[in-house]
């Protein structure tokens, strides 16, 4: 079984990388889509919102097939539609093209997210060991990738689908191979079956009430990641005034950072507790939206940018964990239900940020999510994390230092 794990891990890690791969390789290019489709302003939001939601449908479709489809079979066939998606987006003429192939990458990454994290969640029981922080790690490196060839791309002039083609045919293959040995969880069955919903009269409300404060989270960290993913090239080139070329570098940055994170987020949640990891995170990313929105010119505000992967990066993988810990017999559910508030997180931001740049002005908009950052997980939400959750007081950690030692890596 040892070994049917490894090989497990390996795959999955590697489709987490694809996935980084691609979404970097859409995001980063955001300024030339909208040049190529000739999409205004005006209705860029409503492009970039419009992925969001249908991501969030295909998550709550998820939940439901995992009743009767195994996430890795999900999984095996959602990547390659990714892929095939991305390529659909630089290949297209017509702004119906877009909307068809942004579409159809907003319902496969739906499926996708939710399928990999709940692999992730089950791998890591089975592990007996925190290993999510990794995977989430690998994706940050794929997006490193995505963002140095978005560079490439950019800097030689590139066609997009010039830049995409190679890319959808070196990992097409490879992620269809690799998916032979993605490992199940032994709890994908329906959710009544778990003991933890099944009661009937109230038992989803309260399963709900529990994993609510998880998923404000989850919205407030996606929002601030959009900013970033969805308005970082266009807000160095517009506001800050750099080149087209290094408008393509603070999503890059932003990702090598959260490389470095995630990489060492396992030790800080091992040595000081995921709730003091979480708050120290918050509060990076609350001073990183603060220099960029003060940032005289374009060095700065890729310091700023930094900043944001820096703190930004421990609090999605920790609230799938914490999500992992407080429903061990519904993971898969609990997953895919989190997983949503993912995209409504980018269903906020995107919009916000455009909507709050043309009303009033983009640095501005930068304080937003600050706020949110420092209010809602720094001061509200951030015990929800605690190693040993109380399921009937919402959240309190609990003196056990083996517990906590325990616990705070994702069992």
Not at 251 to 277: E, I, S, W
Not at 315 to 334: E, M
Not at 367 to 390: E, I, K
Request: contains cysteine; positive net charge.
């Amino acid at each position: 079984m040892t070994d049917v794990l490894r090989r497990g891990r390996g795959s999955l890690a590697f489709s987490f990388l694809v996935q980084g791969v691609a979404f970097a390789l859409l995001v980063t290019r955001i300024p030339a889509i909208q040049d190529r489709y000739g999409v205004s302003d005006a209705l860029l939001p409503a492009f970039l919102a419009a992925v969001p939601i249908l991501a969030g449908v295909g998550s709550v479709s998820t939940e439901r097939l995992v009743k009767r489809v195994p996430p890795s079979r999900l999984l095996r066939w959602s990547q390659p539609v990714v892929l095939l998606a991305l390529l659909g987006v630089g290949a297209g003429e017509r702004m119906v093209e877009l909307g068809v192939a942004l579409a159809a990458f907003g319902l496969a990454v739906g499926v996708l997210d939710a399928s990999m994290n709940m692999l992730g969640v089950s791998l890591q029981r089975s592990y007996g060991r925190s290993i999510m922080l990794s995977f989430h790690a690998v994706y940050s490196l794929g997006g490193i990738v995505g963002a140095s060839l978005a560079w490439v791309g950019a800097h030689w002039d590139l066609a997009l689908w010039v830049s995409y083609l190679p890319v959808v045919l070196v990992l097409l293959p490879a992620v269809l191979v690799g998916s032979r040995w993605y490992v199940d969880g032994g709890d994908a069955g329906p959710v009544a079956e778990s003991g933890v919903e099944g009661k009937a009269g109230g038992g989803q409300a309260l399963a709900f009430k529990l994993l609510l404060p998880l998923c404000l989270v989850m919205t407030v960290a996606y929002i601030g990641d959009s900013t970033v993913s969805n308005w970082s090239a266009k807000y160095l080139q517009d506001v800050l005034g750099s080149s087209e070329q290094m408008a393509t570098v603070p999503y890059n940055v932003y990702m090598v950072t959260t490389l470095v994170g995630r990489a060492l987020g396992d030790f800080g949640v091992r040595r000081f507790g995921a709730v003091a990891v979480v708050r120290a995170g918050a509060l990076v990313a609350a001073g990183g939206f603060a220099v960029v929105a003060v940032a005289p010119g374009a060095w700065v505000g890729m310091l700023g940018f930094t900043l944001l992967g820096l703190g930004l990066c421990v609090l999605v993988p920790q609230t799938f964990a914490a999500a992992g810990r407080l429903f061990p017999g519904a993971s898969d559910a609990a997953v895919a239900r989190l997983n949503v508030f993912n995209y409504v997180g980018f269903l906020i931001g995107s919009p916000l940020v455009g909507a709050l740049g043309d009303l009033w002005s983009y640095r501005g908009a930068m304080l937003v999510p600050m706020v949110l950052v420092l209010v809602l997980v720094t001061l509200v939400y951030a015990r929800s994390f605690a190693a040993q959750p109380d399921r009937y007081g919402g959240g309190h950690e609990r003196p056990h230092t083996a517990d906590v030692g325990r616990g705070s890596n994702g069992l």
